[in-house]
């Protein structure tokens, strides 16, 4: 064999030899124990990755509940028994876990938005449709229908009704927040479940469009806002709650023509009471 070759093959696994010694040292010497306790609690994590906490996933979760950064009670799609389990591990108290759910905040479905009277044709997401022509209704703030929502949650708690709106289930909704991120018309938002009233509207129309655009619209009318003493506020003609603030029992729902702001359970009344109409006036039709 040539002695050039001997050399090289000498000298490279004399450099391996080198470098593997240096790097065993290495880690013995720059080696940093994870505390026990982090794979513990990233056990008991729903492993779901979703980034509701806040963090980049269920691990990073895990190492700042232990690092005492966050509370047991930080994930939102454990819920209060995980945040009790992790509690257990660390030896302290779990606190409580407020359950988290979307909510939608548009009623504008098929019955109550005006369509445009060209019919759009192509990709039926929200994410295309909002791109390239505005959807098919002619409020350019509601839900488009497209069921983006839908497809991004991964523990079905979501689904489109025969009014063209998503419709949350609170049992299954976990408030990883998958279908705001989705949704192209920042219709969807995480809330407590206890929450009671909300601003089913996103519109920025005038009065006059946003009658024309849609039966159940904020108009702007600012009634709300002058009787709620801070509770509510209006910016760019839509009614926006002050949570640290808000007193429903000042609010004057009678007087809001629209009802755009209402008790979540009547929000669901009146589209069943709409559903009905709707379907009322179908059936001669389809019988004629």
């Given at each position: 064999m040539d002695i050039n070759i001997l050399i090289a093959i000498a000298t490279m696994g004399g450099l391996g030899f080198i470098f593997a010694g240096a790097l065993a040292i290495a880690d013995k010497k720059l080696y940093v124990e994870e505390d026990p306790r982090i794979a513990k609690v990233n056990e008991v994590l729903p492993g779901v990755n979703c980034g509701a906490c806040g963090k980049a996933g269920c691990y990073d979760f895990a190492v700042n509940v232990v690092e005492?950064?966050?509370?047991?009670?930080?994930?939102?799609?454990?819920?209060?028994?995980?945040?009790?389990d992790i509690a257990n591990i660390l030896g302290i108290d779990a606190g409580t876990s407020t359950k988290i759910v979307a909510r939608v905040l548009c009623r504008g479905g098929n019955i109550e938005a005006a369509r445009k009277m060209v019919e759009y044709r192509g990709p039926q997401t929200c994410s295309t449709m909002d791109l390239v022509s505005g959807g098919t209704k002619m409020c350019q703030y509601g839900c488009l229908g497209g069921g983006d929502c839908v497809e991004a949650c991964t523990f079905n708690a979501i689904h489109l009704n025969d009014n063209g709106l998503p419709v949350v289930i609170d049992d299954l909704c976990t408030g990883c927040g998958m279908c705001v991120t989705a949704c192209p018309r920042d219709i969807i938002e995480?809330?407590?479940?206890?929450?009671?009233?909300?601003?089913?509207?996103?519109?920025?129309?005038?009065?006059?469009?946003?009658?024309e655009v849609c039966d159940v619209a904020c108009i702007g009318c600012g009634i709300c806002a002058r009787k709620s003493d801070g509770g509510v506020i209006m910016e760019d003609g839509l009614a926006v709650i002050q949570w640290d603030k808000f007193d429903p029992d000042k609010i004057p729902f009678d007087k809001c023509k629209t009802s755009a702001i209402c008790y979540l359970r009547e929000a669901f009344a009146e589209y069943q009471v709409e559903e009905k109409k709707e379907a009322s006036r179908i059936a001669p039709e389809q019988n004629n």
């Open positions: 005492g950064e966050i509370a047991p009670s930080g994930c939102p799609v454990g819920g209060q028994e995980v945040a009790n995480l809330h407590p479940a206890d929450r009671e009233v909300f601003v089913f509207c996103k519109s920025h129309d005038d009065p006059k469009t946003a009658k």
